[in-house]
Nanobody
Framework: QVQLVESGGGLVQAGGSLRLSCAAS????????MGWFRQAPGKEREFAAS????????RYADSVKGRFTIARDNAKNTVYLQMNSLKPEDTAVYYC?????????????????WGQGTQVTVSS
């Protein structure tokens, strides 16, 4: 089992930045690939970014590529999502998730553990 707790969400104006953090506890953090997903009201949960177990590779949704950066610090059991040039359409609840498999998946069903989410609201 691993427990995930997101933080860092909030209200920001378009063009601004936020950094989300996801702190993990429980089993060894470094055995999990990690992902960030988001869900806007009335929409399905969608993939944003993922990172392999030691951070050697990353993957991004086209909608966030070039604006968001995923990173992890295994010594701190934490994964981050740096979000720059935010747009109103980035407004959503953001979730981090842990994948005990190969990793880098964009499919929510491939992830084993989820955090409770943190709200990001971007005003125009």
């Amino acid at each position: 089992q691993v427990q995930l707790v997101e933080s860092g969400g909030g209200l920001v104006q378009a063009g601004g930045s936020l950094r989300l953090s996801c702190a993990a506890s429980g089993r060894t953090f470094s055995i999990y690939a990690m992902g960030w997903f988001r869900q806007a009201p009335g929409k399905e949960r969608e993939f944003a970014a993922s990172i392999t177990r030691i951070g050697g590779s990353t993957r991004y949704a086209d909608s966030v590529k070039g604006r968001f950066t995923i990173a992890r610090d295994n010594a701190k059991n934490t994964v981050y999502l740096q979000m720059n040039s935010l747009k109103p359409e980035d407004t959503a609840v953001y979730y981090c998730a842990a994948d005990g498999g190969v990793g880098m998946s964009a499919t929510p069903d491939r992830y084993d553990y989820w955090g409770q989410g943190t709200q990001v609201t971007v005003s125009s």
